[in-house]
C-alpha cells in the first residue's frame, strides 16, 4: 500500500475515534480538565433534616434518664440539653473542633444525673440518636440520581456529625452505601467544616486534585465557603435565594446537580 493510502486510512481511522468519542459522550480533553470527583454534603443535601434537638419527641431518652436517677422534669431535660448542646456548638465553631456525641452526653449526664458509667452514656447516645432520626426524611429521587451518576464519577462525602455511624447507616438504609468511595466524617477527623483541613484531607484520600472534583452542599458557611477556601468548585443548595453567591452557583433541590454538571 502507498504512503498516501496508509495517511488516508490513519485520518479516516482518527475521524472515526473523535466521532465515536463525541456520540458516546467521552470528553476528548486531558484528565486534568475534567469533572471526575462528585463531593457531597450530607444532612441537608442527600436528605433533609431537621437541626431540633428538641422537636422531634424524647421520651424515651427522658425514660432512661429518670431509670438514672435524674429528678429533672421533661420540659427541664429538654431545656438542659439545648444548654449543654449550645455550648459545646459555639466551642465548635469558633475552634473548628468536632465533638462526638459520647462528650455531649458525657458532660449533660454529669448535671442531669451525677457521677454516671460510661455505658449509661453510651445508652443514652443510642436512644438519642434513634429519636433525632425521626427528622430525617428521605428525599424522592435522590437514591437513583447518585445511581445514575456513579458510573461517570467517583462519589464520596463530607459531612459534619457527631456520631461516626451515623451517616453510614442512612446511606446504608437507603441502599447507596457502595456507591461512595469516601465517606469522612468530622467526628472521626476531629475537625469539621468549613475548615479546609477536612476538604484536603478528603482529596488526599481519594488521590485527586481540586480541579477534578466538585462540591455540593446546603450551608453556606461549612459548605461553600468551605469548599471555596479550599479552591474546589462547589454549588449551594439555596432555593430561597439567601446566600450571596452567584447563580451559576445555586440549585434550587439536588436533583439539578446533573444538569449542572452537564453545562461545566
Same mark, same amino acid.
Given at each position: 500500500?502507498? $504512503? $498516501?493510502?496508509?495517511?488516508?486510512?490513519?485520518?479516516?481511522? +482518527?475521524?472515526? !475515534?473523535?466521532? +465515536?468519542?463525541f456520540a458516546i459522550g467521552i470528553d476528548t480533553g486531558t484528565k486534568s480538565d475534567m469533572t471526575t470527583h462528585l463531593v457531597f454534603d450530607f444532612f441537608g443535601t442527600l436528605v433533609s433534616y431537621s437541626s431540633s434537638r428538641t422537636d422531634q419527641g424524647y421520651e424515651r431518652s427522658f425514660d432512661l434518664l429518670r431509670q438514672a436517677g435524674s429528678k429533672l422534669g421533661y420540659q427541664e431535660f429538654l431545656s438542659l440539653w439545648s444548654e449543654v448542646s449550645a455550648g459545646f456548638d459555639e466551642s465548635a465553631l469558633r475552634s473548628n473542633r468536632e465533638f462526638s456525641m459520647l462528650e455531649l452526653a458525657t458532660a449533660f449526664l454529669a448535671r442531669a444525673v451525677g457521677p454516671m458509667n460510661v455505658e449509661l452514656a453510651r445508652e443514652f447516645v443510642a436512644t438519642y440518636i434513634s429519636e433525632w432520626n425521626k427528622g430525617v426524611r428521605y428525599v424522592d429521587g435522590v437514591s437513583d440520581l447518585l445511581r445514575k451518576l456513579e458510573p461517570r464519577f467517583t462519589l464520596s462525602i463530607i459531612t459534619n456529625t457527631h456520631d461516626p455511624d451515623l451517616v453510614p447507616g442512612h446511606l446504608e438504609r437507603m441502599g447507596v452505601a457502595h456507591l461512595f468511595k469516601e465517606v469522612v466524617t468530622s467526628v472521626e477527623f476531629g475537625i469539621r467544616k468549613p475548615a479546609v483541613e477536612i476538604f =484536603?484531607?478528603?482529596? *488526599?484520600?481519594? *488521590?485527586?486534585?481540586?480541579? #477534578?472534583? &466538585?462540591? &455540593?452542599?446546603? #450551608?453556606?458557611? @461549612?459548605?461553600?465557603v468551605g @469548599?471555596?477556601?479550599? *479552591?474546589?468548585? !462547589?454549588?449551594?443548595?439555596?432555593?430561597? =435565594?439567601?446566600?450571596?453567591? @452567584?447563580?451559576?452557583d445555586r440549585l434550587s433541590s439536588i436533583l439539578e446537580i446533573e444538569k449542572k454538571l452537564v453545562e461545566l
Amino acid at each position: 500500500m502507498s $504512503g $498516501g493510502g496508509q495517511l488516508g486510512t490513519l485520518e479516516s481511522w +482518527l475521524r472515526r !475515534r473523535v466521532y +465515536l468519542a463525541f456520540a458516546i459522550g467521552i470528553d476528548t480533553g486531558t484528565k486534568s480538565d475534567m469533572t471526575t470527583h462528585l463531593v457531597f454534603d450530607f444532612f441537608g443535601t442527600l436528605v433533609s433534616y431537621s437541626s431540633s434537638r428538641t422537636d422531634q419527641g424524647y421520651e424515651r431518652s427522658f425514660d432512661l434518664l429518670r431509670q438514672a436517677g435524674s429528678k429533672l422534669g421533661y420540659q427541664e431535660f429538654l431545656s438542659l440539653w439545648s444548654e449543654v448542646s449550645a455550648g459545646f456548638d459555639e466551642s465548635a465553631l469558633r475552634s473548628n473542633r468536632e465533638f462526638s456525641m459520647l462528650e455531649l452526653a458525657t458532660a449533660f449526664l454529669a448535671r442531669a444525673v451525677g457521677p454516671m458509667n460510661v455505658e449509661l452514656a453510651r445508652e443514652f447516645v443510642a436512644t438519642y440518636i434513634s429519636e433525632w432520626n425521626k427528622g430525617v426524611r428521605y428525599v424522592d429521587g435522590v437514591s437513583d440520581l447518585l445511581r445514575k451518576l456513579e458510573p461517570r464519577f467517583t462519589l464520596s462525602i463530607i459531612t459534619n456529625t457527631h456520631d461516626p455511624d451515623l451517616v453510614p447507616g442512612h446511606l446504608e438504609r437507603m441502599g447507596v452505601a457502595h456507591l461512595f468511595k469516601e465517606v469522612v466524617t468530622s467526628v472521626e477527623f476531629g475537625i469539621r467544616k468549613p475548615a479546609v483541613e477536612i476538604f =484536603d484531607h478528603t482529596l *488526599g484520600l481519594l *488521590g485527586t486534585s481540586t480541579e #477534578n472534583c &466538585v462540591y &455540593v452542599g446546603d #450551608n453556606y458557611e @461549612a459548605d461553600f465557603v468551605g @469548599a471555596r477556601s479550599a *479552591g474546589i468548585k !462547589r454549588f449551594l443548595i439555596d432555593p430561597l =435565594d439567601k446566600a450571596p453567591i @452567584a447563580s451559576e452557583d445555586r440549585l434550587s433541590s439536588i436533583l439539578e446537580i446533573e444538569k449542572k454538571l452537564v453545562e461545566l
